[in-house]
């Protein structure tokens, strides 16, 4: 393993009776896109009876796998964790005892690809930096197992492409884990925007960002790819395209930076862009690496109506309101989704793919869109003009 990848890489309950509805479809719901569509049959109350549990190997000992995913793993139904990958011994061995795994079942970078000779990982939860995503994931599919990887997809439009190709080649299933599409406060804004609460839609309002602490590797742009557009912004951009149902056909960007105190050498501090959609609908998104007080919201502006969610892409606590012309008094329509629920409902949705042989919803088409409107992105804010997509 290379020395960059050593620094780096030491750093549910059913839902509600609507939210439940929604997923039952199995498919895409109240003519929205594939952005849009819900979690799998086993968590909304479908349970797959007799089946098997997915063994799932988790890439890379870092928050999100220890605090949120694997947490995640215990309290689903169809999911378990068989084995680890990790460039610290000592370290994969306590989290190997904590959660019963065998330590014969522990890999490294150099040994990775020795997963295929283990017929407990059905399935790879890749979550290493961004700019390791596309590796790991093609040496998955090439080991014969699934895989489930962490937003964003890779760094580039043509890694994207290559991760699709080489788990089709290998037959095997690609997800992204993109847990906002299986959160019931979500679905149930979804559900109320198709049927028209706020009426027809004007305008979304949409961000998220955080004030970054020096030397993370998310400032590193050979790692990360970009600055808070590829961390938390990706919010913002599958946030537009699921609240509107729709595809967008132009982006304009602009990017800085203002604390000139090192952080910010390789990527942006702020990223300011809008979206604009066939409807005519407009999406206005902040992201920023510069300040805790950028925001964690989604306002949808209809004619007759508003929701938002605020805030709108935590792993718990996510709060609902709504107001329209017959009640236009605020009304909350929160749904409790304690932590780590969303993630329990990522590894199960994968889970049935793999027993039904289906294909999951947030699959790699929905994580190459989003990063071929990124990279629009980027290029506006290069070029300083409205670049237009082709999804």
């Given at each position: 393993?290379?020395?960059?990848?050593?620094?780096?890489?030491?750093?549910?309950?059913?839902?509600?009776?609507?939210?439940?509805?929604?997923?039952?479809?199995?498919?895409?719901?109240?003519?929205?896109?594939?952005?849009?569509?819900?979690?799998?049959?086993?968590?909304?109350?479908?349970?797959?009876?007799?089946?098997?549990?997915?063994?799932?190997?988790?890439?890379?000992?870092?928050?999100?796998?220890?605090?949120?995913?694997?947490?995640?793993?215990?309290?689903?139904?169809?999911?378990?964790?068989?084995?680890?990958?990790?460039?610290?011994?000592?370290?994969?061995?306590?989290?190997?005892?904590?959660?019963?795994?065998?330590?014969?079942?522990?890999?490294?970078?150099?040994?990775?690809?020795?997963?295929?000779?283990?017929?407990?990982?059905?399935?790879?939860?890749?979550?290493?930096?961004?700019?390791?995503?596309?590796?790991?994931?093609?040496?998955?599919?090439?080991?014969?197992?699934?895989?489930?990887?962490?937003?964003?997809?890779?760094?580039?439009?043509a890694e994207c492409e290559q991760m699709i190709a080489a788990c089709r080649k290998?037959?095997?299933?690609?997800?992204?884990?993109?847990?906002?599409?299986?959160?019931?406060?979500?679905?149930?804004?979804?559900?109320?925007?198709?049927?028209?609460?706020?009426?027809?839609?004007?305008?979304?309002?949409?961000?998220?960002?955080?004030?970054?602490?020096?030397?993370?590797?998310?400032?590193?742009?050979?790692?990360?790819?970009?600055?808070?557009?590829?961390?938390?912004?990706?919010?913002?951009?599958?946030?537009?395209?699921?609240?509107?149902?729709?595809?967008?056909?132009?982006?304009?960007?602009?990017?800085?930076?203002?604390?000139?105190?090192?952080?910010?050498?390789?990527?942006?501090?702020?990223?300011?862009?809008?979206?604009?959609?066939?409807?005519?609908?407009?999406?206005?998104?902040?992201?920023?690496?510069?300040?805790?007080?950028?925001?964690?919201?989604?306002?949808?502006?209809?004619?007759?109506?508003?929701?938002?969610?605020?805030?709108?892409?935590?792993?718990?606590?996510?709060?609902?309101?709504?107001?329209?012309?017959?009640?236009?008094?605020?009304?909350?329509?929160?749904?409790?989704?304690?932590?780590?629920?969303?993630?329990?409902?990522e590894a199960d949705h994968l889970a049935e793919c793999i027993l039904e042989n289906?294909?999951?919803?947030?699959d790699g088409a929905e994580g190459l869109r989003d990063m071929k409107i990124i990279?629009?992105?980027?290029?506006?804010?290069?070029?300083?003009?409205?670049?237009?997509?082709?999804?």
């Open positions: 393993m290379s020395s960059s990848r050593r620094e780096f890489l030491k750093q549910l309950s059913t839902t509600t009776a609507a939210a439940a509805a929604m997923l039952s479809t199995g498919g895409h719901v109240l003519g929205e896109s594939p952005a849009a569509t819900g979690a799998s049959g086993a968590v909304s109350g479908q349970p797959m009876a007799g089946k098997k549990k997915i063994g799932y190997c988790i890439v890379g000992l870092g928050r999100i796998s220890l605090n949120e995913f694997m947490p995640g793993v215990q309290i689903s139904e169809h999911s378990k964790l068989v084995a680890l990958v990790s460039g610290h011994r000592d370290k994969a061995e306590r989290v190997a005892d904590q959660y019963g795994i065998d330590h014969k079942a522990i890999y490294n970078y150099e040994n990775y690809d020795q997963i295929a000779h283990n017929p407990e990982i059905d399935a790879v939860y890749i979550a290493l930096p961004n700019g390791m995503h596309a590796e790991y994931t093609i040496r998955a599919a090439q080991a014969g197992k699934h895989v489930l990887c962490e937003k964003p997809m890779a760094n580039t439009v290998a037959n095997r299933k690609l997800m992204i884990a993109y847990r906002m599409q299986f959160e019931p406060n979500t679905l149930e804004v979804i559900q109320k925007l198709r049927q028209g609460y706020a009426g027809k839609l004007l305008e979304l309002d949409c961000a998220f960002g955080f004030n970054i602490k020096p030397g993370e590797w998310r400032l590193n742009k050979k790692l990360a790819g970009g600055g808070p557009l590829y961390d938390v912004g990706i919010y913002c951009v599958n946030a537009s395209r699921y609240l509107t149902g729709e595809e967008p056909m132009s982006v304009q960007g602009y990017s800085s930076v203002v604390d000139r105190d090192g952080r910010f050498t390789e990527v942006e501090e702020n990223l300011a862009w809008n979206m604009r959609f066939p409807s005519g609908v407009v999406a206005s998104c902040l992201t920023s690496y510069g300040s805790i007080f950028t925001g964690n919201l989604a306002r949808i502006i209809g004619a007759s109506g508003t929701i938002e969610m605020n805030p709108a892409y935590s792993y718990s606590g996510i709060h609902v309101t709504g107001r329209n012309e017959s009640a236009p008094t605020a009304a909350d329509f929160s749904i409790p989704d304690p932590n780590p629920r969303q993630f329990a409902r289906k294909e999951p919803k947030a990279t629009a992105i980027y290029q506006s804010c290069a070029e300083g003009r409205a670049v237009e997509l082709k999804l």
